[in-house]
């Protein structure tokens, strides 16, 4: 049974991965509380005693306005964090999958990204995430799989969770119309990461390590979103579409944010669309 090192496994994504993979792997678990990634050699001490064949980071800063203002804590989280995983994993020989995001790139793009583009990150969440890809690929056969705008999971904290309060408690919604995206729903995340430790085919093998988009398919906007989200729970929704413009934030966002995840696919996981994904979430 392969082994598994979860790190971040308290949070959304971290806990929902841990949960997955523990039918059919041999799943530690660490908190940020109880393994400092900061500490190089805590890190490698923790990891060469609990001897993983695969170690997930699912830590991250991930806190895109405080970023601006805290830019150490990010760079940490997000880089320097990811740096001392990949000499951790490169001595013990185990195999890295580290989670990026679509904010590595400005959103001036008409089409969705694929994972060759160009990476030109607005803030300096993105550029700390960019640094983290960077960083993760120096280690032998490591992945990287970007995801956008997590939704399901422990704690349900995200835009979209948000939306989905704010609907069912009949209060306006303020969604922007204008900024186009690809969610990624955690149980999706989740099944693509157990198939690439184990694929679904006993006879297949991991697919090749590099970079993917790990998305649900389809592209829609912020308030196609929240349209979907008031018809699947049979609301008359206070929609209000607002414009990047109109609204004043200290980080820079992408326009057009949406991931193409046909490398994903190519390599035998489609992913499900974002409106079955929404679907399974909300009922």
Aim: glycine content about 6%; proline content about 5%; some cysteine.
């Amino acid at each position: 049974m392969t082994r598994v090192m979860v790190t971040g496994a308290a949070g959304q994504l971290g806990s929902t991965v841990t949960a997955r993979l523990s039918a059919t792997c041999d799943v530690v678990r660490f908190t940020r509380a109880e393994l400092d990634l900061a500490d190089r050699a805590a890190v490698l001490e923790t990891m060469t005693s609990c001897g993983p064949d695969v170690v997930i980071n699912c830590a991250a800063y991930n806190d895109v306005e405080a970023a601006e203002d805290a830019a150490h804590a990010a760079l940490t989280g997000n880089a320097l964090a990811v740096q001392a995983l990949v000499q951790a994993a490169s001595a013990t020989r185990a195999t890295l999958i580290h989670y990026s995001t679509d904010f590595v790139f400005d959103g001036t793009t008409d089409r969705p990204y694929v994972e060759t583009d160009p990476c030109r990150p607005l803030n300096t969440y993105g550029l700390s995430k960019l640094l983290g890809e960077w960083f993760a690929l120096e280690s032998p056969g490591a992945y990287v799989l970007r995801v956008e705008s997590l939704f399901g999971g422990r704690p349900a904290k995200s835009s979209i969770d948000k939306i989905l309060t704010a609907i069912r408690a009949g209060q306006p919604v303020r969604v922007f119309a204008d900024r186009t995206v690809t969610p990624s729903f955690v149980d999706d995340v989740a099944s693509a990461t157990e198939q690439i430790i184990n694929p679904t085919n006993p006879r297949a093998s991991r697919p090749a390590p590099g970079v993917y988009h790990c998305v649900n398919s389809g592209v829609t906007t912020w308030l196609g979103v929240a349209e979907e989200l008031a018809r699947l729970l049979g609301r008359q929704a206070d929609l209000i579409p607002v414009k990047s413009t109109e609204v004043t934030l200290k980080a820079k966002r992408p326009i057009y944010c949406a991931l193409s995840n046909d490398k994903l696919k190519d390599a035998g996981m489609a992913m499900p669309t974002w409106q079955d994904a929404l679907a399974r979430y909300v009922t």
